[in-house]
């Protein structure tokens, strides 16, 4: 075994290096508030893993950061190598209190157009193809829809609004319509077509507010063929922005162009999002993406490890689809897992290195539900981020929110109350107080009231619970 093939550690100096370039590079108060704790880099013979504590903070690390990681990599060492960001939830003992409420600080001003990561483009690179989505019964139908939308001829519907749980291919699908519409030929000429996410919208709309150049934003977005907008539910309670969507939404609506959507929640669940908005969004083809069936996540499975170039059993690859039923990103982090331990002991990859290597991952990522899509439902329904829910924060909204997260995740994950407590950053006797709580309010069939910008809401607490349960199922 050569001295490359094994992962190098904090101590060693090529990590150390990567560490600080990262550090210099993003400052440190963003590098404190999402590196410093909780998270593992290791540098590997073909790419770089990053080991994260929940589907959070490595959504977080995916949006904003992979591209530095990657770039300061290849400065220190020399050569090109990819990200692979995993989800280790052990990391979840390692979190500080301090560093959890910066995280919360830190995507309540990115989300609301205060701050902008540094180096963030403004508008995402497009990395996916629809000719590489793997359609299964799960997603077969948002696949159709997306293909209507890519056809140069008139569409049958406007919007498309794909919604989802984290991780289960809704970028994929979007970032694929923009990469092939760009491609197509309307009226003679190429397409004009843009992917961004909500907040990336909300960035460039309040900067152009500040500047005074509102005219060439509405001239950017409204002359689009196609306008592609990823994480729609970060337009909530963003009362401006929303007010500025919308119309740049009907003047790409009425000259036959077309829009497409993604979001975690349908639109009505969408905490603090307005009716007109609304009433757009599901005036066309509302669909939701669903975890993979098994079929669909083996056929991942091949379709990676070729990518990567593994080699990995049929039967192993069977074994993997069968036991890991969460999001294609927990597929892709155990096969890495996986193929790095065959490297590192030197041994190939079988059925029983699987179980028994894999063994304690797959029984935290057993269930069909993960923590990580009970809090992307519950952060947008009521209108805050899956970091408010790991903060220390105590407004009413956020407790409501954070309660009934605990309660789900007792009743829909094999988690116990100390594992949900150090996921969510809490004590475990903090998780069965809010259980109970939640418990008696069921019990006693009351209602469950919290404030949002435009006045208090309340909505009966059974009714509630079963609402948010169906979009996680």
Known sequence: MTIEAEPLRADQPAVRNLLAGLHDRIGPQKFNAWFRHGVEISLEENHVQVAVPNPFVGNWIDTHYRGMIAETAALQTGRQRSVVITIDPALCGTLRRGQLDKQAEIVEKVTSGRSRPRGEPAATPLRYKLADFVVGPSNKLAYSAALAMVNPSPAPFNPLFVYGACG????????????????????????TCRYLTAEQFTNDFLTCLRRKCLPDFRARYRQLDLLAIDDVHFLAAKKATQDEFLHTFNAIDAAGRRVVMASDAHPRLVGDLNEPLVSRFVAGMVVKIDAPDRQTRLEILRRRAKAMGLAVPDEVLDYIASHIRGSVRELEGTLIKLAALSALESVPVTPRLAADALAEYLARTD?????????????????????????????????????????????????????????????????????????????????????????RKSMAAGILVEMLAGQIA
């Open 168 to 191: 289960v291919g809704k970028t994929h699908l979007l970032q694929g319509i923009c990469n092939g519409a760009s491609r197509a030929v309307g009226q003679g000429r190429p397409l």
């Open 367 to 455: 269930s069909a539900i993960t923590l990580g899509d009970i809090e992307a439902v519950v952060a947008v329904f009521f209108g805050i981020t899956p970091a408010d829910l790991h903060s220390s924060r105590r407004i009413r909204t956020v407790s409501i929110a954070r309660m009934v997260a605990m309660f789900l995740a007792r009743r829909h994950t094999r988690m116990s109350y100390p594992e949900i407590g150090r996921a969510m950053g809490k004590n475990h006797s903090s998780v069965v107080l809010a259980v109970q709580k939640m418990e008696r309010i069921l019990a006693d069939e009351d209602d469950v009231t919290w404030m949002t910008p435009v006045g």
